[in-house]
């Protein structure tokens, strides 16, 4: 079809070839069943002649894909050529992909060899290959550092020799879209029976550039556009398959082509990529990143409520992302925060939610990252404590291993300030002690417990106090991002329930806050 995009994945080819980042026979069968199941529609899974167990590889991936094109990867030699035609022959769709290099610099310092014998070896690698299978791909490597007339001359003999697809890869990603639409342009008007063939591209990222030189080749005749998952390849990789299916599919105004990729296996594919090679994805990377629809300024929160496309190009359902992250931050605002809460099942008065937002704010700048369990027990800290008559104001501790340990404390009684100062057994002891100095009491300590509210170093902790005085027992949690902050707040929320126990009667009880 003139608007179709075919989407050849090297990852297992081009991607493995990335330092550190093989794949064992067992991942590239899985794989495989993968990129087979998305809608690729061929399957570049390796280079038989490299390797015994390439070779193997190759030969069980043709043997499980049911639906995309397997090819195998060949030099211009004949047994190069015989191997992966092997490899291949068990494949419902099977292809040999061979090529040789056509630039001045290549054929002379890599290949030894005159643009004469480059040419005579392109007729025979492709009428071999071409015995073997019908469907053969020729690539012209680092062809876009290759002399046009000269590039014009490799691709007929190629097309004349029995070549059903014509690859023009940007081996060491030295063009520019501009230049290297241009190559198609000129190629599919200028070159005999270029209208019998599909043309292809292959770019490299080395300028960052991969993704944008293929949508130029597509926009000037190219069919095929071959890339990996994640961008994975040699050097700074290829371009990216998911970034190409959605560049085709969100701007399909001005690109007017389709692909068989079922977008909604991309975030998957992408992390089982991730997990077989060990290399992660960047939070920013683009479509399958975790940051990819994630939102954490608060204008762009505002819009985001208001209309999702005010932020977003496209929904994170289409790429199996799942949804839309509003990420709560020191950058987020009001209306995002308010959003949330109501999601976590809070509604909250005008002066409530002003003071559970004070706290957020100040949350925000000590911690990196603000989970729910933070938010519900900031806002039930708020909501349990905000009124009570004893509030803690500052707090400043000396802690270290020369002892005493020291704590100075400034509370507000009754809308008073008192300050004390005491020493102690340990940091929170000296706490304590504080607190009782600046509020006398009898109530001895019955429980003290402290637990992470959530994962990493910088979590909030949240401690729970219970105070015993004459038979009444009261409890309470805090929490805060300073483990003796939070236990100064939970010891003094326990005081608070304390005295309005006093003031209800001596049977008065309380044993949860």
Not at 89 to 116: C, D, Q, Y
Not at 339 to 364: I, M, P, Q, V
Request: glycine share 8%.
């Amino acid at each position: 079809m003139p608007d179709q995009v075919r989407i050849f994945d090297t990852t297992m080819r081009d991607g493995e070839q990335s330092p550190g980042a093989s794949m064992t026979h067992a991942d590239k069968l899985e794989l495989a069943q993968a990129l087979d199941g998305m809608g690729v529609d061929v399957i570049e899974a390796g280079f038989p002649a490299a390797s015994p167990g390439d070779f193997a590889a190759v030969k069980a991936v043709a043997g499980v894909v049911r639906e995309a094109i397997v090819a195998g990867l060949s030099r211009a030699g004949p047994k190069d050529i015989d191997a992966c035609a092997e490899s291949v022959k068990g494949a419902v769709r099977p292809r040999i992909h061979t090529f040789i290099s056509t630039s001045p610099i290549h054929m002379k310092h890599k290949l030894n060899k005159s643009p004469e014998e480059v040419l005579e070896a392109i007729h025979q690698s492709v009428t071999r290959a071409r015995n073997h299978v019908e469907d053969v791909e020729w690539s012209a490597e680092d062809a876009t550092r290759t002399e046009r007339d000269f590039l014009r001359r490799c691709v007929e003999i190629a097309i004349r020799a029995g070549a059903t697809t014509i690859n023009i890869p940007d081996t060491v990603g030295y063009s520019f879209p501009s230049e290297y639409g241009a190559i198609f342009a000129d190629l599919i008007e200028s070159v005999p029976g270029a209208d019998k063939v599909i043309f292809s591209a292959h770019c490299h990222n080395d300028l960052g550039l991969a993704v944008a030189n293929s949508i130029a080749a597509a926009m000037n005749g190219a069919r095929q556009i071959e890339c990996a998952v994640n961008g994975l390849g040699e050097r700074a990789g290829n371009a990216a398959l998911e970034e190409v299916v959605m560049a085709l599919r969100v701007r399909r105004d001005a690109l007017p082509f389709e692909t068989q990729i079922d977008s909604t296996k991309l975030t998957r594919v992408s992390q089982m990529v991730s997990r077989i090679t060990g290399f992660p994805v960047q939070y920013n990377k683009a479509i399958v990143g975790k940051n990819a629809f994630s939102h954490e300024s608060g204008i762009h929160q505002d819009g985001m409520l208001k209309h999702s496309q005010t932020y977003e190009i496209m929904s994170p359902e289409d790429v199996g992302q799942g949804q839309t992250h509003l990420v709560l931050g020191k950058l987020s605002g009001r209306h995002a925060f308010k959003s949330k809460l109501g999601e976590l099942g809070y509604t909250l008065a005008d002066n409530e939610l002003a003071d559970a937002f004070a706290r957020f704010k100040d949350l925000a700048d000590r911690k990196r990252a603000i989970y729910d369990e933070d938010l519900i027990a900031l806002v039930d800290d708020a909501i349990a404590h905000g009124h009570d008559s004893i509030q803690v104001a500052r707090l400043r501790v000396v802690a270290g291993t020369d002892g005493p340990q020291t704590a100075d404390i400034e509370l507000t009684v009754d809308g008073h300030d008192v300050k004390q100062s005491a020493t102690g057994n340990g940091s929170v002891d000296a706490v304590f002690n504080a607190i009782k100095a600046a509020v006398p009491h009898e109530a001895s300590l019955a429980l003290y417990q402290v637990h992470a509210v959530t994962e990493g170093t910088d979590a909030q902790a949240e401690v729970s106090v219970r105070l015993s005085e004459n038979g009444r027992v009261a409890a309470a949690r805090a929490a805060d991002a300073d483990t003796l902050v939070a236990s100064a707040k939970a010891y003094v929320a326990a005081l608070n329930r304390l005295v309005a126990l006093r003031a209800r009667g001596p049977d008065a009880q309380e044993s949860a806050a």
